[in-house]
């Protein structure tokens, strides 16, 4: 059972920068695209940013390409997202999640069709 835990989520102010980080555990990832998502308050789940585990490719939401970088440590098994220049639109819950992809496609950007999810980090970025 793959299990996904997600951290680094907090407080700051417009313009400044967060690393979120997703630890992750329970398989092998070879054929694992890892993506984080998140959730505005009053609004639906968006794609945020995904990378192929093995390739280490990654894709990302036009909103957030340029600030944010995924990025992953392979020795940890962890996914991290650098968030630069934070605006406070990009308040939301963070999520961390896996899709098992063994495809050259893209990965999916719509949420229900990934596999295993984390508890989510609240970010807020205040003005």
């Known amino acids: 059972q793959v299990q996904l835990v997600e951290s680094g989520g907090g407080l700051v102010q417009a313009g400044d920068s967060l690393t979120l980080s997703c630890a992750a555990s329970g398989g092998t990832f070879s054929n694992y695209v890892v993506g984080w998502f998140r959730q505005p308050p009053g609004k639906d789940r968006e794609f945020a940013a995904a990378l192929r585990w093995n390739t280490g490719s990654t894709t990302y939401a036009d909103s957030v390409k340029g600030r944010f970088t995924i990025s992953r440590d392979y020795s940890k098994s962890t996914v991290y997202l650098q968030m630069n220049s934070l605006k406070p639109e990009d308040t939301a819950v963070y999520y961390c999640?896996?899709?098992?992809?063994?495809?050259?496609?893209?990965?999916?950007?719509?949420?229900?069709?990934?596999?295993?999810w984390g508890q989510g980090t609240q970010v807020t970025v205040s003005s």
């Open positions: 999640a896996v899709v098992l992809w063994n495809t050259y496609k893209p990965p999916p950007r719509t949420s229900a069709s990934w596999n295993y």
